[in-house]
């Protein structure tokens, strides 16, 4: 089974600090998104990579960046955290033109910014 | 106008009833349509594709009508285990195979 992990479940860090959450899945996807969740809002997607060194921005990039250095790994940086990014953050990852095959999610990593 | 809409509930039925969700979307270039299922504090997982044809997977019957742009899910002789969040999924046109989720229709199913 495809496999999609991410570092940490839960993760409360201080308005202004620099945050990463990390994500690796282990079958060779090209495609990789970050979402966050929120209750009424749904997921939203912030950016996506199609490729190593390659990203997209999505719908609410904002106060985001991203790193895929390696095809395995995509990174979501805060770069400076506040209490808006208080949400649940979700990576997925699928092949191109898979999305008929379903989208593998991670477990979320449920971030608090106090 | 959110992108892809769906009442969010909860739908509270007993064991055994058959329940119905609706969804809208506004982009009628969309290309393709999905259910996904997402439990309590859990990650969402895929239920079924939408095709125009309609398909059925067992208890779960998925609808699409492209002229009105919404989506169906029927389930019929619901089960406790049936109890979850279900999420209305959009593929835009333009490639990466981006989803669009809606915001989610809560299901709750008792005794």
């Known amino acids: 089974d495809v496999k999609v992990t991410q570092s940490s479940r839960y993760l409360v860090k201080r308005t202004g600090e620099k945050v990463f959450l990390e994500c690796v899945q282990d079958?060779?996807?090209?495609?990789m998104f970050w979402y966050r969740q929120d209750p009424g809002l749904g997921l939203r997607l912030i950016y996506f990579?199609?490729?190593?060194?390659?990203?997209e921005k999505g719908d609410i990039p904002e106060g985001y960046s991203v790193s895929r250095e390696k095809k395995e790994r995509f990174s979501l940086i805060l770069e400076s955290a506040s209490t808006n990014q208080t949400s649940m953050y979700l990576c997925a990852s699928t092949r191109p033109g898979r999305a008929n095959y379903g989208y593998t999610f991670g477990s979320g990593t449920r971030l608090t910014v106090v | 106008r959110k992108e892809v809409e769906q009442d969010p509930g909860p739908f509270n039925v007993p064991e055994g009833a058959t329940v119905a969700f609706n969804c809208t979307y506004s982009n009628s270039a969309s290309q393709s349509f999905f259910w996904y299922r997402q439990d309590c504090r859990k990650e969402p997982k895929l239920l079924m594709s939408?095709?125009?044809s309609g398909n059925e997977d067992g208890r779960f019957t998925a609808q699409l009508n492209r002229a009105s742009q919404y989506i169906s899910l029927l389930i019929r002789d619901s089960k406790l285990s049936d109890s979850a969040t279900y999420l209305c999924?959009?593929?835009?046109?333009?490639?990466?195979?981006?989803?669009?989720f809606g915001a989610g229709t809560r299901l709750a199913v008792h005794p």
């Open positions: 999924v959009v593929v835009p046109s333009g490639g990466y195979n981006k989803l669009i």
């Open positions: 990579s199609y490729d190593v060194k390659m990203k």
């Open positions: 939408v095709y125009s």
């Open positions: 079958m060779d996807h090209e495609n």
